[in-house]
Nanobody
Framework: QAQMVESGGGLVQAGGSLRLSCAAS????????MGWFRQAPGTEREFVAG????????YYADSVKGRFTISRDNAKNTVYLQMNSLKAEDTAVYYC?????????????????WGQGTQVTVSS
């Protein structure tokens, strides 16, 4: 089983940047793909970005493409989400998740392990 711990959330002004980190531990086969999701109050959890541990290939939601970058550090077992040009609508709790799927998927149902979440608040 995989465990993830997120960090790096906080309060930032619109146009600013934040970097989220997700430290992963546990059995590596449980996390072929790592994803970042977010959930604002009253909304469903939505996919933000995903990355394959082995190849580093990435996939982004259209709403963050060009502003957010997902990356991983294999030596540190850590996945990052660099968020630039933040907007008020990016405000949400951000979750890191691990999937055993081979391909990156945007559906939360295919992710088996979740972190506790970290709050990102963007003031306009």
């Amino acid at each position: 089983q995989a465990q993830m711990v997120e960090s790096g959330g906080g309060l930032v002004q619109a146009g600013g940047s934040l970097r989220l980190s997700c430290a992963a531990s546990g059995r590596t086969f449980s996390r072929n793909v790592m994803g970042w999701f977010r959930q604002a109050p009253g909304t469903e959890r939505e996919f933000v970005a995903g990355i394959r541990w082995s190849s580093g290939s990435t996939y982004y939601a259209d709403s963050v493409k060009g502003r957010f970058t997902i990356s991983r550090d294999n030596a540190k077992n850590t996945v990052y989400l660099q968020m630039n040009s933040l907007k008020a609508e990016d405000t949400a709790v951000y979750y890191c998740a691990a999937s055993t799927m081979v391909a990156i998927t945007s559906s939360p149902g295919y992710y088996d392990y979740w972190g506790q979440g970290t709050q990102v608040t963007v003031s306009s």
